[in-house]
């Protein structure tokens, strides 16, 4: 199975808001709601931002939200600040009882 | 607190093989999946595999069938990948990481500190 589609980069000015795409089939995202976003700082572990589409974990900032139509997920952050600045990945749960992740998108706070 | 503690970096020649170790503490063992997940230098992060303690099933991505085993230790809470047949390709940081949904592998809410296994002759 091929990873799923995010774009390489994204931008934004801090005050600002971004949105990353998550293309995947109706084999993985578009088949189910389990969808999850992560973060990772340079060298650091991943840290879970939205998981089942759109929930957010305790402790994560509500600036950071998740949504799905068809095949694609979406994780927008509002009020861009420089701590923001980081790796973001998606991944879902597939049909073959596995999980894929996206090939990451690179989040530059200008 | 829950914590996912890793076994330290390793070295490894082409063709050996490489078990990592995983434990767990701070909360009840069989209850959660474990997966492994690994990022290769500037790379993404790529499934590995998961496996669901209480009933002792593995489930592995396709590209690593037949080369990775994932299993546990109840008694110790203790996780452990080894990944055979290496070659540099392989190298990478290896994380194992936690879904506390406890019946698949849906969302990593704790992540381990990472092991680099470098794989050079």
């Given at each position: 199975q091929s990873a799923l589609t995010q774009p390489a980069s994204v931008s934004g000015s801090p005050g600002q808001s971004i949105t990353i795409s998550c293309t995947g089939t109706s084999s993985d995202v578009g088949g189910y709601n389990y969808v999850s976003w992560y973060q990772q700082h340079p060298g650091k572990a991943p840290k879970l931002m939205i998981y089942d589409v759109s929930n957010r974990p305790s402790g994560v900032s509500n600036r950071f939200s998740g949504s799905k139509s068809g095949n694609t997920a979406s994780l927008t952050i509002s009020g861009l600040q420089a701590e923001d600045e980081a790796d973001y990945y998606c991944s879902s749960y597939t049909s073959s009882s596995t999980l894929l992740?996206?090939?990451?998108?690179?989040?530059?706070?200008? | 607190q829950v914590q996912l503690v890793q076994s330290g970096a390793e070295v490894k020649k082409p063709g050996s093989s490489v078990k990592v170790s995983c434990k767990a503490s701070g909360g009840t063992f069989s209850s959660y999946?474990?997966?492994?997940?690994?990022?290769?230098?500037?790379?993404?992060?790529?499934?590995?595999?998961?496996?669901?303690p209480?009933?002792?099933?593995?489930?592995?991505?396709?590209?690593?069938?037949?080369?990775?085993?994932?299993?546990?230790?109840?008694?110790?809470?203790?996780?452990?990948?080894?990944?055979?047949?290496?070659?540099?390709?392989?190298?990478?940081?290896?994380?194992?990481?936690?879904?506390?949904?406890?019946?698949?592998?849906?969302?990593?809410?704790?992540?381990?500190?990472?092991?680099?296994?470098?794989?050079?002759?």
């Amino acid at each position: 199975q091929s990873a799923l589609t995010q774009p390489a980069s994204v931008s934004g000015s801090p005050g600002q808001s971004i949105t990353i795409s998550c293309t995947g089939t109706s084999s993985d995202v578009g088949g189910y709601n389990y969808v999850s976003w992560y973060q990772q700082h340079p060298g650091k572990a991943p840290k879970l931002m939205i998981y089942d589409v759109s929930n957010r974990p305790s402790g994560v900032s509500n600036r950071f939200s998740g949504s799905k139509s068809g095949n694609t997920a979406s994780l927008t952050i509002s009020g861009l600040q420089a701590e923001d600045e980081a790796d973001y990945y998606c991944s879902s749960y597939t049909s073959s009882s596995t999980l894929l992740f996206g090939g990451g998108t690179k989040l530059t706070v200008l | 607190q829950v914590q996912l503690v890793q076994s330290g970096a390793e070295v490894k020649k082409p063709g050996s093989s490489v078990k990592v170790s995983c434990k767990a503490s701070g909360g009840t063992f069989s209850s959660y999946a474990i997966s492994w997940v690994r990022q290769a230098p500037g790379q993404g992060l790529e499934w590995m595999g998961g496996i669901i303690p209480i009933f002792g099933t593995a489930n592995y991505a396709q590209k690593f069938q037949g080369r990775v085993t994932i299993t546990t230790d109840e008694s110790t809470s203790t996780a452990y990948m080894e990944l055979s047949s290496l070659r540099s390709e392989d190298t990478a940081v290896y994380y194992c990481a936690r879904d506390p949904t406890g019946s698949s592998w849906l969302r990593f809410d704790y992540w381990g500190q990472g092991t680099l296994v470098t794989v050079s002759s």
